[in-house]
């Protein structure tokens, strides 16, 4: 059995054209807080797709869903920058659904970060937590550093809008299939769900980034003093030493 469904985190510009959904986040980011990743914070995920840096919205797109079949997406975050450290975090905004199959109700979602589970629910973000309330943090990272979010969804329920679907009766023997009634009803039914994944970072300000040379941000002015008071002190003792022997010289003649 399969469906035409449509999963994803859409741009602005299609949104416009969207079913307004019946239920909207109400996430607060914190003070200073914004919508999307800053330079060199960066969120890819095994199709290549990207996280946008500016917006934070995420696409996540399934077509032709067959029914009872997993689909995994795995997202790896990855924090480039040499001299800051985040946390990254995210949430789940619904925008709209319609079609005759439920796909808010019939489609289980699970996701987990470094293989380690923190949600069951709906594709919408509502479930054992909601994340349409609440903001999931997905790790801390120094430079270098980097997490795997994945997300499972799957087709598994049947609601009362599609279970006018007769699939019809068949027998497998090893000479092929007998069919015995032939399907009816709706041979071809679609389900639609839209909704966005937002990421966002927050910098750690007291993060104190390890010293990597002789002369590092932090104590490249003292270095610098010290290097000079001695290169001064050492011309002076030249000098001396010069004059000295300068005056040595005269007097043995």
């Given at each position: 059995?399969?469906?035409?469904?449509?999963?994803?985190?859409?741009?602005?510009?299609?949104?416009?054209?969207?079913?307004?959904?019946?239920?909207?986040?109400?996430?607060?980011?914190?003070?200073?807080?914004?919508?999307?990743?800053?330079?060199?914070l960066t969120a890819m995920d095994s199709d290549g797709n990207v996280?946008?840096?500016?917006?934070g919205e995420y696409f996540f797109h399934v077509e032709d869903m067959?029914?009872?079949?997993?689909?995994?997406?795995?997202?790896?975050?990855?924090?480039?920058?040499?001299?800051?450290?985040?946390?990254?975090?995210?949430?789940?905004?619904?925008?709209?659904?319609?079609?005759?199959?439920?796909?808010?109700?019939?489609?289980?979602?699970?996701?987990?970060?470094?293989?380690?589970?923190?949600?069951?629910?709906?594709?919408?973000?509502?479930?054992?937590?909601?994340?349409?309330?609440?903001?999931?943090?997905?790790?801390?990272?120094?430079?270098?550093?980097?997490?795997?979010?994945?997300?499972?969804?799957?087709?598994?329920?049947?609601?009362?809008?599609?279970?006018?679907?007769?699939?019809?009766?068949?027998?497998?023997?090893?000479?092929?299939?007998?069919?015995?009634?032939?399907?009816?009803?709706?041979?071809?039914?679609?389900?639609?769900?839209?909704?966005?994944?937002?990421?966002?970072?927050?910098?750690?300000?007291?993060?104190?980034?390890?010293?990597?040379?002789?002369?590092?941000?932090?104590?490249?002015?003292?270095?610098?003093?010290?290097?000079?008071?001695?290169?001064?002190?050492?011309?002076?003792?030249?000098?001396?030493?010069?004059?000295?022997?300068?005056?040595?010289?005269?007097?043995?003649?």
């Amino acid at each position: 059995m399969r469906v035409k469904a449509f999963i994803a985190a859409l741009c602005s510009s299609f949104l416009l054209f969207s079913v307004p959904a019946q239920t909207s986040a109400a996430v607060q980011l914190p003070d200073g807080a914004v919508k999307g990743l800053p330079s060199d914070l960066t969120a890819m995920d095994s199709d290549g797709n990207v996280v946008s840096s500016s917006t934070g919205e995420y696409f996540f797109h399934v077509e032709d869903m067959t029914y009872g079949e997993t689909y995994t997406k795995d997202v790896q975050l990855m924090n480039l920058r040499e001299d800051k450290a985040y946390h990254i975090y995210f949430y789940v905004e619904p925008v709209s659904k319609n079609g005759e199959i439920d796909l808010e109700e019939e489609v289980e979602c699970t996701m987990s970060l470094d293989g380690e589970q923190f949600f069951e629910g709906n594709v919408n973000g509502k479930g054992n937590i909601d994340l349409t309330q609440e903001i999931q943090d997905l790790g801390y990272y120094q430079p270098g550093d980097s997490h795997t979010l994945s997300c499972s969804v799957v087709w598994s329920g049947l609601s009362e809008d599609s279970s006018h679907i007769d699939e019809g009766s068949r027998i497998v023997t090893d000479k092929g299939i007998t069919i015995v009634r032939d399907k009816n009803g709706d041979r071809h039914v679609e389900g639609e769900i839209i909704f966005k994944w937002i990421f966002y970072a927050a910098v750690d300000e007291e993060y104190d980034p390890p010293n990597t040379g002789f002369l590092s941000a932090k104590d490249s002015f003292w270095t610098i003093s010290i290097a000079g008071m001695a290169g001064l002190v050492f011309l002076m003792l030249l000098l001396l030493l010069i004059k000295k022997r300068r005056k040595h010289s005269e007097e043995q003649q």
